[in-house]
């Protein structure tokens, strides 16, 4: 049987063979097309892109850890253009399946990470997440994802959106394997979960789960969060045009527009503008981190379901609102997050939040 194209961009048997051997002995990984895999071009979901690009050298750290430790490249999986959209819907490859909401679309932008996943092809699909690319895939295709703290996984090798926001994550079948892929790819940390947990937007009944006290409790940027989801667009979108406005400026429209669109809204960000959202974006960290501790972290909805795959631009700029208000705050204060299934139909889950450097912790409770 041939690769689905809206899933693979290329594909072996296996691409790339592990390089050694360890805990991911016989694991299948899925690569989104942002990472440097030896030997193939990063296309960055984009066709123009692609055919300028250059065979990578070698791996990105990420790629060559998961290799090292047992675990073999399948191949590379699509995404959304330069990783800066939700839906996972891209203009040139299609949307991938969500066999777990076979009308709704996967989530993006790691769409192909997820789908791989979801589909049985892959085991672990490796991805990124600067504004929720990971959570949201694995929350509408019923799946687990970790976005690290910033800064925990190595981005070498990654084509950059954001760096202030843009973390190496991953997306699996099981709690079980999201750990075991946290062991090889992240660095040491605390272990102890937390004594209690917070809970926004009615995620306290499925928080009860992991037996510690829950309380139900509410924030100003969760009920108004225009102003947060703002302040992170203006700074996403200066970094992503100063990251790719020239080579977009010289291909105009080799993007699709609403991809486009947003890069455009960056070259608007002055510098002035920037620098008073990243003011206010620490000064909400801040407050948050107050509120948590080593013993307390957040519970909120994770995003999804997927919107329709037929959908009006109103009602998918409706559903990305919405989906942003839940991914931003983790990805906007740099802090770790795990997407877990609750077994809903269509698939939508809760993400736990918890402090800098707490992602082993995270994953010892989820698994």
């Not at 065979?55 to 699509?78: K, N, Y």
């Not at 066999?99 to 092809?121: E, L």
């Not at 079948?173 to 809970?199: C, F, I, Q, S, W």
């Amino acid at each position: 049987m041939s690769a689905d194209a809206t899933v693979w961009r290329i594909k072996g048997m296996p691409l790339a063979p592990a390089t050694g051997r360890g805990p991911l002995d016989g694991l299948r990984v899925a690569v989104k097309d942002m990472f440097a895999v030896t030997g193939f071009a990063v296309g960055g979901g984009n066709p123009a892109w692609l055919a300028e690009a250059l065979p990578a050298a070698e791996d990105a750290p990420a790629v060559a850890r998961l290799r090292a430790a047992g675990a073999s490249v399948q191949g590379i999986v699509h995404t959304d253009e330069l990783a800066y959209s939700l839906s996972g819907s891209n203009t040139h490859y299609g949307a991938p399946p969500n066999p777990a909401a076979p009308d709704r679309v996967t989530g993006g932008s790691s769409s192909g990470p997820a789908s791989s996943v979801a589909t049985g092809h892959a085991d672990i699909g490796l991805g990124t997440d600067t504004g929720g690319s990971i959570r949201v895939p694995a929350s509408c295709c019923g799946l687990y994802g970790l976005r690290p703290t910033h800064g925990a996984v190595p981005t070498e090798g990654v084509l950059p959106l954001a760096p202030s926001f843009d973390t190496v994550g991953w997306i699996t079948r099981d709690a079980a394997t999201l750990a075991l892929v946290g062991e090889v790819l992240l660095p040491d940390g605390p272990r102890t979960p937390p004594r209690r947990l917070l809970a926004l937007g009615g995620t306290a009944d499925a928080a009860g789960r992991w037996g510690v006290p829950v309380r139900p409790v509410t924030l100003s940027t969760w009920d108004d969060p225009d102003p947060l989801l703002l302040a992170f667009r203006q700074v996403q979108a200066a970094e992503a045009w100063r990251a790719h406005g020239k080579w977009i400026a010289a291909h105009p429209r080799a993007l699709g527009a609403d991809v486009e669109g947003r890069f455009r809204f960056g070259a608007t960000v002055d510098a002035a503008t920037e620098a008073a959202a990243r003011a206010q974006l620490a000064v909400w960290r801040a407050e948050l981190l107050e509120l948590l501790g080593d013993d307390t972290w957040l519970v909120l909805p994770a995003g999804g379901p997927g919107h329709p795959r037929e959908s009006s631009l109103a009602d998918r700029d409706a559903w990305r609102r919405e989906t942003l208000r839940c991914a931003v705050p983790a990805s906007a204060y740099g802090l770790p997050s795990v997407s877990v299934p609750t077994g809903v139909t269509p698939p939508a889950g809760i993400a736990v939040v918890a402090p800098p450097g707490f992602d082993k912790a995270l994953l010892k409770m989820v698994a």
